[in-house]
């Protein structure tokens, strides 16, 4: 008796922790909550993105120094995590390090470098990054385009050369990296100082912009954080608008082709974030870095903001969120307290 009493004492021990497994497997992303690598530290790679190569996922971005503002520099360079599920990230390491020693240096500690991108080219097999470079001790007037490569996704990244793109002596803000289907990469930006977004064909290499800048018909003046991702056959737009690091609505458009004409989708985000309070009319108190695409499922795309805390950006958060189709061809981000990749089999 007492031994049928412990067996189904232990099976109910086994089927708990079979649920807690589950549950814990059910919270893969939890928004706006802190965001750990394996070593449980908090991830520190900020407004960049994620690539796929060889079978890893590999995340790029700002570094900021733990202690330090926006005001008083943050900015250590860019840092690499990687995962082969988009879950447990491992960190590895600085990719790009701004120096302490060269105030010379395009890279000088005091200049900022945001919205690191990275994208993989074919033809020269080397992977090519970007970011906005503001050069130090001369402002926000003149926006560069910084450009980095490797041959490995695991870095190092060498500093190549900056450009000023826009066709504008002024350069360029916000910006993505959109690399189509064929290959062809566009740099998509917006123009300082009228603040229309532009776009341009890179060379095959990527290295430069090969043509000229058009404007991108359709896209609202003053659109920043752009992120690009093609979905049969259509271009989609998720950006915000221009209100520095302080959060806004954020918009949406597609288009047939880069330059457009793009047409509006309007704010994509609904529901509310718990946590701050902040709804649509905030984007949850985040603004848009990337678009994420899962492999190896469905029309499966993370919509990824970061949360700006430019007095202490080095814990500054991430808003991760499944992006969903609708069926009048527009799209929704919804607010999920956690979610797991299971969203993406439930069509
Ligand atoms: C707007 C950008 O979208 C942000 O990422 C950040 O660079 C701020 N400007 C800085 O003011």
């Given at each position: ?29 939890k928004?706006a909550q802190p965001f750990l ?5 908090v991830i ?271 814990d500054?958060g ?30």
């Amino acid at each position: 008796m007492m031994n049928v009493f412990f067996r189904t004492c232990r099976f109910l021990a086994f089927c708990l922790a079979c649920a807690a497994l589950i549950s814990a497997r059910a919270a893969d992303f939890k928004p706006a909550q802190p965001f750990l690598d394996s070593a449980k530290n908090v991830i520190n790679a900020h407004g960049g993105n994620v690539i796929f190569h060889e079978g890893i996922y590999y995340l790029y971005g700002e570094e900021k120094e733990k202690g330090l503002s926006e005001k008083t520099h943050a900015d250590a360079g860019i840092r690499c995590y990687a995962s082969k599920d988009l879950v447990v990230w491992h960190d590895f390491g600085p990719m790009l390090s701004l120096t302490k020693t060269d105030p010379l240096s395009d890279l000088a500690f005091d200049c900022n470098q945001d919205r690191p991108k990275v994208v993989y080219n074919e033809k020269t097999k080397t992977f090519v990054m970007f970011f906005k470079l503001y050069l130090r001790g001369m402002g926000t007037n003149v926006g560069f385009v910084g450009v980095a490569t490797s041959p490995s996704p695991a870095g190092p990244f060498k500093y190549s050369h900056k450009f000023v793109a826009g066709n504008s002596p002024n350069g360029t803000g916000d910006f993505c990296i959109f690399k189509d289907t064929d290959g062809t990469l566009y740099h998509m930006t917006v123009r300082k100082p009228d603040k229309a977004f532009v776009a341009a064909k890179m060379r095959p290499d990527y290295l430069l912009p090969e043509g000229e800048y058009k404007v991108c018909k359709g896209i609202t003046f003053k659109t920043e954080a752009p992120c690009v991702f093609k979905k049969d056959g259509k271009y989609y737009m998720l950006a915000s608008g221009s209100t520095g690091w302080a959060p806004n609505a954020a918009r949406s458009f597609v288009s047939d082709n880069i330059f457009g004409e793009w047409k509006s989708l309007g704010n994509p985000c609904e529901g509310v974030n718990p946590l701050n309070g902040l709804g649509p009319e905030k984007t949850f108190g985040g603004q848009s870095s990337s678009i994420i695409k899962v492999e190896g499922k469905d029309n499966a795309y993370i919509a990824a903001f970061d949360i700006n805390r430019p007095e202490h950006p080095y814990d500054s958060g991430y808003i991760w969120l499944p992006i969903e189709f609708k069926d009048d061809g527009s799209f929704k981000v919804l607010w999920r307290d956690e979610w797991d990749m299971s969203v993406f089999d439930k069509k």
